[in-house]
């Protein structure tokens, strides 16, 4: 199965220099992981991961959620801890090679 863990966040502009600062200062911190900025919407984050399966999806989530240096980030998160959302994503249809949605 190819699942996604989307991360989306808004860090207000006030933020924004002190945030890329820290995000680009320690690139171990996005491996495996696509950071990119809205175009349209300056301050709108969101992070791309490739969990191998649903275990590693929670544990994925749940890491970005509670680990690491992840709070230090929160206070410049429009809406704190609650402005940080997570979801899983899986495809509706089959990609080559992978299984369908429902694992059959």
């Known amino acids: 199965m190819s699942l ?7 860090i207000p502009e006030t933020n924004r220099e002190r945030f ?3 995000a680009l200062g ?4 996005w491996k495996g992981a696509e950071l990119a900025e809205n175009r349209e919407q300056p301050g709108v ?3 791309l991961r490739r969990p191998a ?3 590693e999806a929670a544990a994925m989530k749940k890491e970005r959620l509670e680990g690491r ?6 206070s410049w998160v429009k809406g704190g801890r609650e402005g940080l959302r997570v979801w899983t994503f899986a495809p509706l249809a089959p990609v080559a090679g992978t299984a369908p949605v429902n694992g059959e």
Do not use: G, H, K, Q
């Open 69 to 74: 240096s992840w709070s230090e980030m929160t």
């Open 53 to 55: 399966n649903d275990s």
């Open 26 to 29: 320690e690139p171990s911190r």
């Open 4 to 10: 996604i863990l989307f991360c989306e966040y808004s």
């Open 45 to 47: 984050f969101v992070e």
């Open 20 to 22: 890329l600062a820290w």
